[in-house]
């Protein structure tokens, strides 16, 4: 995900918002779809929509849940190669209101879709477990008119205040985007982080309907974290769809085997040291099923299942998965 330099907007102030000239990371990352340039999003969250009660689109959908604010600050915080992400607060101050996250896709067809699915899969984890995700706040559709029609989808997400992005280095290295600085993860840090996002997807699996929160992608922004004392806390930010034929030792198989590449290295999600993940499996099945017996019962169950299949795959060990003596190659 990239950075940007925080660009600042007020939108209802009557000032205009269209100053914005960026126009992504190119039409591949759309899908095929020509991604709509930055300017022309900002303008139309500035511009009325049809039965909008005559305000400005972003004001209308978030107004009223920033204490009826008539004018809105709105930052260009980060981008992915799919969405503008936006932080926004009420342009006279905070007044005790909470900073909203708008993720606005780049283009109409699939990351549009994409947009929207990820949307629905908010609502839905939030209704499961609210420390899983930040709270999903509204969806709407945005109307581009300039400098071509385009439909895009828009939603808006309470900030995940204290958290930061999760990300990696260009060699495969867990880092933290905190206060603008990129701050290496390293050593047991990284490892108690990784451990504490496979704890998420744990909590996010239907062991009856076999159904996993997936694709994830820990390189893009998915993922944010906070530090507390020697640990860490985490969000899912972007749950980008469901997969439905996810048996217990295909879950451990998306954690432990390289998914990614980051520069040169090949990236997994868990932690090398296998006692850190089966307690992060355990943790998440505790506390999705309200037993930790049970849940240690079936980190065990699915560690073995894992390690049943054998050799001969791409594997983030060279030894079973019980064995925790392996050494991580990031």
């Not at 689109?57 to 930052?75: K, N, S």
């Not at 609210?130 to 385009?150: D, M």
């Not at 868990?270 to 499996?281: D, K, N, V």
């Not at 299942?305 to 594997?315: I, K, T």
Request: hydrophobic share 40%; aromatic share 6%; net charge positive.
């Amino acid at each position: 995900m990239r950075r940007t330099n925080g660009v600042a907007a007020p939108i209802g102030a009557g000032t205009g918002a269209g100053a914005g000239t960026g126009t992504g990371t190119g039409a591949g990352a759309s899908g095929g779809a020509r991604p709509v340039p930055l300017g022309a999003v900002q303008s139309a969250l500035e511009r009325p929509e049809s039965g909008a009660r005559g305000r400005p689109f972003l004001l209308d959908l978030v107004g009223d849940r920033l204490g009826g604010a008539t004018a809105l600050r709105v930052e260009l915080a980060w981008e992915r190669i799919d969405q503008w992400i936006f932080r926004v607060t009420d342009a006279r101050g905070t007044n005790g209101q909470p900073a909203l996250a708008l993720r606005v896709a780049k283009a109409p067809g699939p990351a549009a879709r994409l947009a929207r699915s990820e949307y629905q899969h908010l609502r839905a984890l939030y209704n499961v477990d609210a420390t899983l995700v930040p709270l999903p706040l509204a969806g709407a559709v945005l109307h581009v008119q300039r400098p071509r029609a385009a439909v895009l989808f828009t939603y808006v997400t309470l900030w995940p205040e204290g958290f930061s992005e999760v990300g990696y280095d260009a060699h495969g290295g867990l880092v933290l985007h905190e206060d603008g600085k990129v701050r290496p993860v390293e050593g047991a840090a990284g490892e108690r982080l990784r451990a504490r996002l496979c704890e998420i997807l744990a909590r996010c699996y239907d062991p009856a309907r076999q159904t996993a929160i997936w694709p994830v992608d820990p390189t893009a922004g998915d993922f944010v974290a906070r530090r507390d004392g020697d640990d860490f806390q985490a969000r899912l930010v972007s749950p980008r769809g469901t997969d439905r034929s996810v048996p217990p030792a295909r879950l451990v198989g998306l954690m432990c085997d390289p998914q990614w590449t980051v520069g040169g290295a090949r990236v997994a999600l868990a932690p090398a040291e296998t006692a850190l993940l089966e307690e992060a499996l355990a943790r998440g099945f505790a506390k999705r099923d309200g037993d930790a017996e049970r849940g240690r019962e079936r980190a065990r169950r699915y560690l073995s299942a894992y390690d049943a299949l054998g050799p001969g795959r791409d594997r983030q060990r060279s030894n079973p998965v019980r064995s925790s003596s392996s050494t991580s190659p990031r």
